[in-house]
């Protein structure tokens, strides 16, 4: 363990009835889902109503909670030991985009929306989309007041800023100079708009028209314009969202793996977190390789495994000598890649979970997770 | 060229792929220095952004231009390149079009950034337009400049995507140039010049991804190449003592007369206590050697070649770099 660190207590986190939101966040394939699983489970058996929200589409984690499949919609998990209740759900991110279209355009915009190529590319494949709809997704779970705690698995995105920035960019977008620029037509009535508006239009226009074809920017002009009309509510969620993240009763998890681009995206996600004054809980190791054996070090285990070798005798202890001078230099590794996060980030509490051998299969599984994050 | 055969001769693009957390960029690295051994020329490409090219071979940032950062085993160079979608635009339009005023202006204007962020597709096109360009690229004496280019691509979940351009750009760009450009992409990636490989774990997780992916690629009609099995731990217990040790019957016997023999157990733990401890571990590790090979006969199921790189336990430096080089090369997959 790494010395003076604070320690991350999860059991005080989900006990707190003030505790309505957890966001679990990191790089791709530290465990990030798995723990958020685990993370509701024990909330859940410990007498909350948790709902969690995750957007990896594993088939494996709806199997570990007895769900053939998670959709768009919360579903109960049987098995919970307790009072408490535990719903599973997969962000299904057109089908949310479609909602909100539905929900803020009339009918026939809705439709003209809808069926226009490039919503169609928004709303399955702009790399912000599913950002922004797991942020909507759990604005709409938070103001159904029927969860008492959510706890939200934030996409594997390239790199940790994109889960902040996301509903920012889509809004930036949707309102910027060039937006404005491509419905002013249809505002102004017609084609004459574009010389008052900007005369340099005409180059862009011809640049656009040059690199994308002219339907593509006829498309895109109908699509801006339709959807402009339903815009404002967008806008206006994503800052009551973004505001919701920053609220007291909110707790970011940062979860990373003992290795260096993980650790390192962990230590910028903290610095990220607090410029934007988020609500850091901390931070979540997985997969920490310890040895019941650490009196035992490396190089003394090599150094008698040599020997022995030397000696031409007892063959199978010096195979696993080998064996655990191996994991001991895996654990030196393991903690310096941690001491590197903590001499930058001496504040920030810390759990580690011990590395598994095999991957989570069930409730009980995930049950003994839970066990093991709050054990610290 | 040199004699030496590998199971890729003819291929000229190695995308490489893999789950987060797998090490695709450190495969890809050494594949390129692989590749380059003995005197040839390998451009190394980056299109995510995150300057992990880099941070493996321990340099400062790189800039959005081909340079030298490695030398290859017995001659032979690396290049690099981290594509940056919003230059690669630019580029393109000056390129093609002589645009150089209206491209700023686009840039300016954020018109850049949407086409690059709003529709995937475009962007994606971007970096694989230039990316197919430096593979097809010539000398002045008529010769590729590059005899091979690895691509370190997006993770496997969005390869297909990443590389179906024209189906991606379909929708979007019925005509114009873009969809020439998409066009011209695919002609490089469906060929047999390309490959598309996969970076794993032997675990469960990144197993199912691997297998999902080569069935995607499949029916996508792109070329699946190898599996590349990464930080592979291996010991010399015998089977016998693993199938004991995973049925829980490992008998600590002879491992604490070892322990005692080896010098261990003077003024320290008793023998028969640190064998109860290095038992737990060998327990451990058996059972992690037997779910390994269930993952490996389900890789096999595959049937595209595998090839395994050890665990390098001091962390990938540029002597772990090259080790794997050599690995990659001793197997045939350069």
Known sequence: ?376 | MSSHDTDWDGVRLHVVTGKGGTGKTTVAAALALALAAEGRKVLLVEVEGRQGIAQVFDLPPLPYEERRIAVAPGGGDVHALAIDPEEAMLEYLEMFYGMRRAGRALSKMGIVDFATTIAPGFRDVLVTGKTSEAVRRRGKDGRRVYDAVVLDAPPTGRIVRFLNVTNEVAGLARVGPIKNHADLVNGVVSSPETAVHFVTLLEEMPVQETLDGITELREAGLPAGGVFINMIRTSELPQAVLDAASAGRFDPTELSLGLKAAGLTDGGPNAAALAEALAGEITEHARRTELERQERVSLDASGRPRYELPLLTDGVDLAGLYELAESIRAQGAA
Not at chain 1, 128 to 151: C, F, H, N, P, V
Not at chain 1, 290 to 307: F, I, M, N, Q, V
Not at chain 1, 311 to 323: Q, S
Request: glycine share 8%.
């Open chain 1, 1 to 376: 363990m790494v010395k003076n660190v604070p320690v991350l207590d999860l059991d005080a986190i989900i006990d707190d009835p003030d505790t309505r939101i957890i966001v679990c966040c990191g790089a791709g394939g530290v465990g990030k889902t798995t723990t958020a699983a685990a993370l509701g489970l024990r909330a859940a058996e410990r007498g909350r109503s948790a709902v969690v929200l995750t957007v990896d589409p594993a088939r494996r984690l709806a199997q570990s909670m007895g769900l053939s499949e998670l959709d768009n919609t919360p579903r109960p998990v049987a098995g919970v030991e307790g009072e408490g209740t535990l719903h599973a759900m997969m962000l299904d991110m057109k089908r949310t985009f479609d909602e909100i279209i539905e929900a803020h355009a009339d009918p026939e915009r809705a439709r003209q929306i809808l069926t226009n190529p490039f919503y169609q590319s928004l709303s399955s494949s702009f790399s912000g989309t599913q950002e922004y709809m797991a942020m909507e997704k759990l604005g709409q779970l938070r103001r159904s007041g029927e969860w008492d705690l959510i706890i939200v698995d934030t996409p594997p995105s390239r790199s940790a800023l994109d889960f902040l920035d996301a509903p920012e960019r889509l809004g930036r977008f949707l309102d910027g100079r060039f937006i404005r620029m491509l419905t002013a037509p249809a505002k102004a009535g017609g084609r004459s708009a574009f010389k008052l508006l900007n005369a340099g239009f005409g180059l862009v226009a011809g640049a656009m028209t040059k690199l994308l074809g002219a339907q593509v920017l006829k498309d895109l002009q109908t699509f801006v314009s339709a959807l402009d009309a339903v815009f404002g509510g967008f806008r206006a969620r994503a800052e009551q969202t973004y505001n919701l993240l920053q609220a007291p009763g909110t707790a970011f998890v940062v979860v990373a793996a003992p290795e260096r681009d993980a650790m390192r995206e962990a230590s910028y996600f903290v610095e990220r977190l607090a410029e934007e004054r988020m609500p850091l809980a901390g931070l979540v190791v997985n997969r920490v390789h310890r040895s019941p054996a650490s009196a035992l070090s490396a190089a003394r285990s090599t150094a008698a495994a040599e020997d022995l070798e030397t000696r031409g005798e007892h063959e199978l202890t010096a195979a696993v000598l080998r064996l655990h001078a191996g994991r001991m230099q895996l654990a030196a590794r393991e903690h310096r890649q941690q001491e590197h996060f903590v001499s930058a980030h001496p504040t920030v509490p810390v759990a580690q979970v011990p590395a598994m051998p095999a991957d989570v299969h069930d409730l009980e599984g995930l049950r003994q997770v839970g066990a093991l994050l709050a054990a610290q």
